[in-house]
């Protein structure tokens, strides 16, 4: 499952994966992901950083703990979310997420 959340512009990163602090999606999900980003020149990856979706009440949380299915929370930068300022940002993080999502075991 995936949680998609935007953050703005003021972050220093183009993406941070919240995982429950690796609890809540195994290792592999995570690296193909970033490895799908990184096809698409998008580095600036965190993990668990700002986002760590281990709060009760997050999707990715309850999703875990509840139904026993991997899930993480993604915070995307406000330059990729603009497809009428920056469609060639927007469309990388488009073609990264569809790429890992066409891949996902």
């Known amino acids: 499952m995936i949680d998609l959340h935007g953050t703005g512009g ?13 609890e809540a999606v195994s290792d592999e999900q995570v690296d193909l992901l970033k490895h799908s980003l990184e096809t698409q020149d998008i580095n600036e990856v965190y993990e668990n950083d700002t986002f760590s979706a281990s ?4 999707i990715t949380k309850h999703t875990w703990n509840h139904y026993d299915t991997e ?27 569809v790429f890992f999502v066409e891949n996902v075991d």
């Open 71 to 97: 899930a993480m929370q993604l915070e995307i930068h406000s330059d990729y979310r603009d497809p009428r300022n920056d469609f060639e940002s927007y469309y990388k993080m488009l073609r990264s997420l």
């Open 55 to 58: 709060f009760e009440g997050t």
């Open 10 to 22: 003021n972050r220093e990163f183009d993406l941070d994966i919240g995982t429950n602090d690796g």
